[in-house]
């Protein structure tokens, strides 16, 4: 195996053995190889396009959208771990190919230079498995194409994800997806040189600002725009469901699924900002968020008595103290572990297993009594953004300063907490994502009743700080979104956060920090062409 996707990547460089987030080699290749079989579904999605081959009455071209988002989003880092899941899913998408294939040469094309993931066909399993190790990230020997070829994907991994959630929530867009085959393609095209990547690079920020601004239209269409909130994190005392990672639709079935049955849900990590949207409030059993970051989840979840449902990322292995009362969904999966089927057209989930589990279960053991304050996605800020602009003016506040991104389990990251609490008192955080959780039980404080952490959401709410940084440059009639008193200090991990440091560089924004170590993905070459077009830097100490 070879795998280098995610910021905790062995020794920065890559891990060869196994992953250091559980990943095992057999199931790192094969998801080398799903990404092989999504790239060959590109090439004949682009070519379709190009050459207007489409057939609209066809529904192999709307189930091809489906496979190609899941798919990315399957390969993730901490989505699936599930060897036969990410079998199936290669075998799904080899039949697609091929009806592909015969629709489209049926349609005119000429496929005589096709590349081999578009015509490979295994005849056997065996064939299948031992395909899987060749055609990874190594197979591409020159490293500044590798590099690129692994900066685009990684920012389409996070693309499909974002996509993904505004997808379940009935919103698509064809641009977008056409425009992921378009470089899933051109990952597979050699003729392609370091300066073409480059572009496809950033042509991948776009569409990045694009998606979110997508899921953000999808989000606040469905449950309202995010308000001021406070959030407890204690626990009570009936039974509860732990509801993690990102999916906003699978927590308001559950939550309409056990209305009035004396059972608690509890949001955790990055389920969290569910709280902050109007259509959640209405829901009295919605009573708290519990525990912290991903990584803390085998300590926490062991602590929490009642079972807990995976959405998204980010799943840990579990421990067998909990596994029993773990349960995933979505496109996330484990070995062994209880999965939630998806639902039937217009139908709900059925979470009954969930619930007749809840009913038998102790109350959560309570971690702490506090609460969080957060809910300033764009539009509670520029409510709030008169009283922002005189604090700006009145020198109240001397800087925003953006630490979205993600939480890990490094040491290292202490580094945020430091640098959060040291920050002067008239600097307000702007942040969205895990990261938060690094300083969000810190008592920092307000300036003139602005909160100095002002948390937007999950890190699929990203775009709101985009927003509120485009809104201010307009109030002070800046020409450069530069001039504006904001500095970034980012904290990444998955590939999600690729997708958001690609979105911010379209935007112009320059001299980001990156932390708490720059990715594995980069060559050299590449890393200085970020340091000296972008002023692109690392972290040192808080
Ligand atoms: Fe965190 Fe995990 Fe939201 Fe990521 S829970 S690390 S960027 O998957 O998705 O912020
Ligand atoms: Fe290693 Fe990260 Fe890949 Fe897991 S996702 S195998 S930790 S680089």
């Known amino acids: 195996m070879f795998c280098y996707q995610c910021q905790e990547t062995a020794g920065g460089n890559g ?113 299948l498995t031992s395909k899987a190790p060749l ?9 500044d194409i590798r590099s690129l070829r692994s900066m685009i994907i990684y920012g389409l991994k996070g693309m499909a994800a974002y996509y993904y959630h505004a997808k379940v929530l009935g919103f698509t867009d064809e641009e977008i997806t056409q425009f992921m085959y378009k470089a899933l393609a051109a990952t597979l095209d050699d003729s392609l040189t370091v300066e073409n990547l480059v572009a496809l690079v950033m042509e991948t920020g776009k569409y990045g600002v694009a998606t979110l601004a997508l899921l953000d239209k999808a989000n606040t269409t469905c449950y309202g725009s995010p308000e001021l909130s406070t959030v407890k994190t204690g626990a009570g005392k009936n039974p509860g469901i732990l509801v993690s990672g990102h999916d906003l639709k699978d927590l308001e079935e559950l939550l309409i699924q056990t209305e009035g049955l004396g059972i608690d849900i509890y949001t955790h990590g990055e389920m969290l900002p569910a709280h902050y949207y ?25 602590k929490f008595n009642g079972p807990i449902l995976i959405t998204t990322n980010c799943l840990v292995p579990p421990k067998d103290s909990y596994k029993d009362r773990l349960f995933t969904t979505n496109i996330v999966g484990f070995e062994g572990i209880k999965h939630i089927a998806d639902r039937k057209s217009n139908g709900q989930k059925d979470f ?55 939480d890990g389990r490094m040491k290292s990251r202490a580094y945020y907490t430091d640098f959060a609490a040291g920050l002067p008192k008239d600097t307000v955080i702007l942040t969205a994502g895990c990261a938060k959780y690094r300083y969000n039980k810190l008592d920092l404080g307000d300036i003139g009743g602005i909160p100095r952490v002002l948390d937007a959401g999950q890190c699929n709410d990203s775009y709101s700080l985009a927003l509120i940084a485009l809104k201010l440059k307009e109030v002070f009639g800046l020409e450069d979104i530069n001039d504006l008193p904001i500095v970034y200090n980012i904290a990444w991990y998955e590939q999600k956060a690729v997708l958001v440091l690609l979105s911010l560089l379209h935007l112009g924004v320059k001299n980001i920090h990156l932390g708490p170590t720059l990715p594995g993905f980069l060559s050299p070459n590449v890393a200085k062409l970020l340091v000296e077009t972008f002023g692109i830097g690392g972290i040192t100490t808080a």
Not at 40 to 54: F, R, S, T, V
Not at 135 to 143: A, P, Q
Not at 283 to 298: C, D, E, F, R, S
Not at 370 to 380: K, M, P, S
Request: proline fraction near 4%; aromatic fraction near 8%.
């Open 278 to 302: 109007p259509a959640f409030k209405k829901y009295p059993h919605l009573v708290g968020n519990y525990g912290n970051a991903w990584w803390k989840q085998t300590e926490e979840f062991e």
């Open 135 to 143: 055609v990874g990230i190594l197979s591409t020997e020159n490293e």
């Open 15 to 127: 891990c060869t053995k196994s992953g250091v987030c559980g990943k095992r080699p057999e199931v790192s290749d094969l998801q080398d190889l799903l990404i092989y079989v999504v790239k060959g579904i590109a090439y004949y999605m682009d070519q379709a396009h190009k050459k207007n081959l489409k057939d609209n009455k066809s529904e192999v071209f709307a189930m091809a959208d489906d496979y190609m988002v899941k798919s990315l989003f399957v390969t993730l880092t901490n989505v699936n771990f599930d060897q036969q899941a990410i079998t199936d899913q290669i075998k799904a998408g080899l039949q697609l190919k091929e009806t592909l294939r015969k629709e489209l040469t049926k349609a005119g094309l000429d496929i005589d230079n096709a590349p081999d993931a578009a015509t490979w066909m295994p005849k056997d399993d065996g064939e």
């Open 352 to 406: 009954s297993p969930i619930i007749e589990m809840a009913k038998k279960c102790p109350p959560p053991t309570e971690l702490e009594n506090g609460t969080i304050v957060g809910g300033f996605a764009h539009t509670q800020v520029l409510a709030l953004a008169d009283k922002v602009v005189e604090a700006v003016k009145s020198g109240a506040i001397k800087k925003f300063v953006v630490m979205a991104g993600c």
